[in-house]
């Protein structure tokens, strides 16, 4: 599989969350500002990551009795970093997702790509692999934690942006992002629990659509190549 291909396949055709729909509980939850989407979103690629290129590294000695087991044990020992360096570096980040960091160690997507990939590939696809479903999974959060914000709050980067003394980027959480309308103007439902659902939902239909339309595209240029390698012996022979 080309890099190219892996890279289409995390952030579009196979995107863990619109395609494979797994993971979603955290993606729900915690999409209420961008600074949390963000930092989720770039944990879980730091931790998938990693955890795919220890697999690739020692899938070969791992017993298949208890690969699931030793899977386990090696996003645990990921996770437990990624949550003391954001304790001891940036813990309104910590605070803010609270146990959904921890929780990553039962995330499926962590161990669905391990799983599925990384136990069955080389240390460099699996890196790559880590990186693009990272990224698309980062992605995810990203449009969700913008639509969930505009339209609720009228809003945009809250907790990252912070344009009270000049624009900066806040890393403690306070920043009020971007006031773009009033919030008394805005869907309040989507910034409630109801609204991760609806806003999932939508970006769900919306890639579905989007697929199946390129992936009819495809199919009908497939026909119509079909149709004329079979029109060129004919009009050969006619000649």
């Not at 020692?58 to 970093?81: D, Q, S």
């Not at 403690?172 to 309308?181: E, K, L, P, R, Y």
Request: hydrophobic share 50%; with cysteine.
């Amino acid at each position: 599989m080309s890099i190219k291909q892996q890279f289409r396949e995390g952030l579009f055709t196979n995107n863990p969350i619109t395609v494979q729909q797994i993971g979603m509980c955290a993606t729900m939850a915690i999409t209420t500002s961008l600074f949390n989407g963000i930092g989720m979103g770039i944990s879980v690629l730091i931790i998938l990551t990693c955890c795919n290129v220890v697999i690739a590294a020692i899938h070969k000695i791992i017993p298949n009795e208890i690969r699931l087991a030793i899977f386990v044990v090696v996003i645990a020992g990921f996770v437990t970093m990624v949550d003391l360096i954001l304790k001891a570096y940036i813990p309104a980040l910590s605070k803010s997702l609270g146990v959904f960091i921890p929780l990553i160690v039962v995330n499926c997507i962590i161990i669905g790509r391990a799983e599925a990939f990384s136990q069955k590939n080389s240390i460099g696809p699996s890196f790559w692999d880590g990186i693009f479903n990272g990224l698309g999974y980062t992605m995810i959060l990203f449009f969700m934690c913008v639509i969930r914000e505009f339209l609720g709050k009228g809003a945009f980067g809250g907790g990252l942006i912070d344009i009270s003394n000049g624009f900066r980027f806040t890393m403690d959480g306070t920043g009020a992002g971007i006031q773009i309308f009033n919030s008394d103007f805005g869907a309040k439902i989507l910034t409630s629990p109801v609204g991760g659902f609806i806003t999932l939902g939508t970006i769900i239909g919306a890639m579905q659509y989007f697929l199946k339309k390129s992936d009819d595209k495809k199919k009908r240029k497939a026909l119509e190549a079909a149709a004329a390698a079979e029109a060129a012996p004919v009009k050969e022979v006619a000649e």
